[in-house]
């Protein structure tokens, strides 16, 4: 069985599910989803290297879910991320 591949939202490379992380939103907000199975709208960051830090500079949320998210909202996942 092929494993599923996803993009990273960040650096855009496809890989293996497991070694990236869903974020979701749905109508509670935006969050880390560890495990991938939360309702709603879902996209990819790589769980190592530098991705996560760069999610603030690249806003790449903002691209991938078409909205223009807080700081406050970046800090978050990025803190969540990094559990
Ligand atoms: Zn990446």
């Given at each position: 069985?092929e494993?599923?591949y996803?993009?990273?939202?960040?650096?855009?490379?496809?890989?293996?599910?497991?070694?990236?992380?869903?974020?979701?939103?749905?109508?509670?907000?935006?969050?880390?989803?560890?495990?991938?199975?939360?309702?709603?709208?879902?996209?990819?960051?790589?769980?190592?290297?530098?991705?996560?830090?760069?999610?603030?500079?690249?806003?790449?949320l903002?691209?991938?879910?078409r909205?223009?998210?807080?700081?406050?909202?970046?800090?978050?996942?990025?803190?969540?991320?990094?559990?």
């Amino acid at each position: 069985m092929e494993k599923p591949y996803r993009m990273c939202m960040v650096c855009r490379e496809r890989k293996p599910k497991n070694e990236l992380v869903r974020i979701v939103k749905n109508q509670d907000g935006i969050k880390v989803d560890k495990t991938g199975k939360v309702d709603g709208r879902g996209a990819y960051i790589c769980k190592e290297g530098n991705c996560c830090d760069k999610l603030v500079k690249t806003k790449a949320l903002n691209k991938t879910f078409r909205e223009n998210f807080s700081i406050d909202v970046y800090n978050e996942i990025m803190e969540k991320l990094k559990i």
